[in-house]
């Protein structure tokens, strides 16, 4: 035995799209971050705000496209972090109604729900299947 794992079953639609989804708003979260942190530099007033949002933009960024690979690999624990990450930053960002940003917000939303379709629950189930939990009542024995 080798120890290798075997090949990876095609992807769904739905997880390539995803997948896709969640590089652009990669790629629009560090262009974001970057211009926060290009605009801190250049401002006398509320550079601290523009630098700490700058900042906080990079690292989300650096941190979503690090669960990206792993979302590509098949992981489930990548899908369950992405979505957390994308619950917990976007929604905020979508009610609060910030022009450029929730754009982004609802990219990332739309990923989110593009990696629960059944398609892609199909995929993960293949690749990281999930034991079935069998009901049992507290005072039941067996």
């Keep these: 035995m080798t120890g290798r794992r075997p090949p990876l079953p095609p992807k769904p639609f739905t997880l390539r799209a995803a997948v896709t989804v969640w590089l652009v708003v990669g790629v629009l979260l ?69 022009p450029g940003l929730s754009a982004i917000a609802v990219a990332m939303l739309v990923a989110v729900l593009l990696m629960w379709l059944p398609q892609s629950s199909d995929y993960f189930q293949l690749t990281e299947p999930k034991a079935k939990r069998k009901l049992r009542l507290p005072w039941a024995r067996g």
């Design 30 to 98: 560090l262009i974001a971050g970057g211009t926060f942190l290009f605009s801190a530099a250049a401002q006398e007033q509320d550079r601290a705000g523009f630098l700490g949002l700058g900042i906080v933009l990079a690292v989300l960024a650096a941190v979503q496209l690090a669960l990206l690979m792993r979302l590509r690999r098949g992981r489930r624990s990548a899908r369950e972090l992405l979505t957390t990450l994308g619950i917990i930053a976007g929604v905020p960002v979508l009610v609060r109604g910030t």
